[in-house]
């Protein structure tokens, strides 16, 4: 069974914590593109939700899919990193099958 991906509770508590820094409670948006270094990028930034958006939401915090991406972050967990090279989301994806040293590309 293909399951939509999962946020984390650290995920979430980020993206409450950016809504209450610039006072506006914009939505996370993962998406998926062709690109990078292992041939397909994710692509995380703050958005409005479109209408055939899959929409994520906790305590009012949403995190976005778009019907293309679905497919490519199926079982997958979005999460938050705070390590010392630095504090990103980050994506656990267990359809990819090779990744960059970045984590920002994967191949499938």
Known sequence: MTLPPRVTDRAFARLAEI???SGDAKAL??????G??????YDIRLDDPAED?????????KVLV???SLPFLAN????????LIGARFVVENP???SSCGCGTSFSM
Not at 53 to 61: N, P, S, V, W, Y
């Open 19 to 21: 809504a209450e820094a």
């Open 29 to 34: 948006r993962v998406s998926v593109e062709g």
């Open 36 to 41: 990078g270094c292992s041939g397909f990028q």
């Open 53 to 61: 958006d899959t929409i994520l939401e906790k305590d009012g915090m």
């Open 66 to 68: 778009d019907t293309v």
């Open 76 to 83: 997958a967990v979005i999460d938050f990193s705070d390590e």
């Open 95 to 97: 359809n990819a099958s």
